[in-house]
């Protein structure tokens, strides 16, 4: 008896013993514990993305319930929250109960309980042919070859129902852009579309400037199926290869590392690298900010959730070892706000990476308030927005940082849903703090007033100064409404056109957008920057969407012009997926010369996860490249804000085409690496880099393009690295052969 009394004194003990000897093997087991803990927060019927909790008080509300008229409600709002975790046989159910139901449908609205039925057909169409038996054409708009259903009745039905509504209602263009999308997935648009609702010219490409890519992601194991999250494409093993690290914004989604095993593939090291246990993040960037050498990652996460989203950031520290903890607390980055977006840059110009973090506020009653993190050189930072001048507070969706004004000084542009966005200028440190001032309207961007999401700098033409890019997010209905608009010629006001600010070389730009051919209906939310044919001149890609299954528009890509216009190359180039877009991130994968493009798919519901992409690109022609990777020594190893350019002549005139070292657009992260084109050149006349903190120029002549070349701050020659070209498509295997770092 005794012996039992002592056990059962003993077992609390044992079960705390445990639990901290699991914490001790687990570098990581706080961060999670954390995590699952606000999770359990979120399970909320007021929370907009928590479909789950919904359904729970809607069962509630129809057990008590003894009206028709609610109960009708009720169950539209069931079938909606089935649809959004992806139970669309129960969503079907509930709708034709309803259709059927003489006395319940006289209290529902009959076209929008059609509407409801034929989207839910529609996605059961796509979840037979497009997510249970995917296919590198799967979603890609126009829809044809491998991507056409072979089981179409979802489809089908679908546009039984759509027919039916637009007989009633001629002008629905959302009803009409889905029944031209479900007509396309029968393989039967334009032929069989009824004249009066057909929207012509869909299925054309737009443009011979391309050669088709195509998505790699399945052979490759890259089809992760996962929610709206971020991608990180750069080297995290130090082998000089690509890897790649994905997120879902989930709190019960795991992250994802895929090691390039530099034969064509990627290995799956998420477990043992610490990462699958860490969950959630819309958004992820890569850093350096201990000066290690090793790059780390920064997880961000809450974004859209509202008072829901107040969600922890983590910073994951690159152990080296293939390995990653958690040191988010210990280095004074704990906090909780709902965001997505960040900027890593040497503000106060010390030589350690700080960051900038664009908090959501929705209303004047948050306190989101944005952060600015500056480090202190032992692991450590602490928040100075304040004393900086950089506490913003406004819904902020996107953040770049860069030197705008050539003044060798980081700044930083934010980019809102409200109408009103921020250029901060970096004045240098006084008083041992670095100083931002807002100088927007004095640069002309006060005119930029529509909701806004992404954002970036880049020399988009090659003069020597930063421009600025901003994607528009500006709508009122379904993003159909307008993809129909515009492809009929209809007035589509404002929504969703894409502004690009050129630099004038004088502190302020001027909005060429339409000139340039960038005030296109898109809705971009991830997004990023690369130049696919080596021309030297920087192209787009757009991830677009929004949480609404009606939604359903194609990615885009635009294609540079000579630093003069845009065109869009999506239908050309095979990029035009259906489903939402997020992380983007641009890197030649494959070591052949050219840029692919990473994309994190998946939207914001359960049941609108999709598997991600790896659009690979055939090789547009033959111009030539060249890859730099820097390391800073007085300034921070990463060397983010490094000023490259790069001077050859092309057909017997002089040109030099101008990079950043940064890792893209605000929403998905490239590599550090530069990829720089020099179209048909054969050899660069000089490379050129302007390192940060000392503002010194390295000079390098006569180099040999179509290499991997490394350049350490202060040394006068470059090393390069000889990797393998594989073929990612696995029709060729290596390319060639027996080369190392």
Known sequence: MMVKRLCRKLLPLIAVWCAACNSNKDPNHEMTTLLASVAETEFNSANGFAPAAVLVQMDSFLRVSGS??????????????YLQLGREDSSQAILETLMRNEVLSLYTDPAAVQKDLALTYLRMGEKANCRNNHSAESCIFPIKGGG????????????????????????????????????????SYPQC???????????????SLVKPFSDAAIRTGLNTEDMAGGSIVDDFNGDGYLDIITSGWD??????????????????????????KLTGGLNLLQTDYNNDGLKDIFVLRGGWKGKFGREPNSLLRNNGDGSFTDVTKAAGLLSFHPTQTATWNDFNGDGWLDVFIGNESTDAADDNICELYINNGKGGFKNMAVESGANIKSFVKGVTSGDYNNDGKSDIFISTLHNKKVLLKNEGVKNGVVRFTDV?????????????????????????????????????????????A?????????????????????????????????????????????????????????????????????????????????????AAARVGNLQKGHGVSFADLDNDGDEDIHIEVGGAYQGDAYQNSLYLNPGQNNNHWINISLEGVNGNKAAIGAKIKVTFSEN????????????????????????????????????????????KV?????????NNIHIREGVSTFTIANLDPFDLSGKKGLISCGASL
């Open 68 to 81: 028709t008229n609610e109960q009708s409600g009720y169950l539209v709002n069931k079938a909606r929250m």
């Open 148 to 187: 056409v259903h072979r089981d179409k009745w979802g489809s089908v039905k679908a546009a039984e129902l759509y027919r039916g509504i637009l007989q009633r209602n001629p002008a629905d263009l959302e009803t009409k852009w889905l029944l031209n999308i479900a007509y396309m997935t029968m393989g």
């Open 193 to 207: 579309v009824p004249t009066a609702y057909l929207i012509p010219g869909l299925d054309q490409d737009t443009s």
């Open 251 to 276: 709190l019960a989604s795991p992250m994802h590392y895929f090691v390039s095993n530099k034969k064509g593939g990627f290995e799956d090291r998420s477990e043992p690298s610490g990462l699958s």
């Open 440 to 484: 927007t309207k004095a640069a002309g961007l006060e005119t930029c007033t529509a909701k806004t999401f992404g954002t970036w700098f880049w020399d988009y033409n090659n003069d020597g100064w930063l421009d600025l890019f901003v994607c528009n997010y500006d709508f009122n209905s379904t993003l159909g409404v307008y993809a129909a």
């Open 486 to 570: 515009e492809a009929l010629g209809l007035p589509t006001g404002n929504a969703g056109k894409q502004f690009l600010y050129r630099n004038n070389g004088n502190g302020t730009f001027s909005d060429v957008s339409k000139e340039s051919g960038m005030a296109k209906v898109a809705f971009a939310m991830g997004s990023n920057f690369g130049d696919i044919d080596n021309d030297g001149y920087l192209d787009i890609y757009l991830g677009t969407g929004n949480p609404n299954y009606e939604s359903l528009v194609p990615n885009k890509m635009f294609k540079n012009l000579g630093g003069k216009h845009f065109a869009d190359i999506t």
């Open 652 to 695: 017997g005139v002089q040109r030099s085409v101008y990079r950043d070292v940064n890792s893209g657009g605000s929403f998905g992260a490239s590599p550090l690496r530069q990829h720089i084109g020099i179209g048909s050149a054969n050899r660069i006349e000089s490379i050129e880099i302007k390192w940060p903190v000392s503002n």
């Open 698 to 706: 390295q000079v390098f002549k006569d180099v040999q393009p179509d």
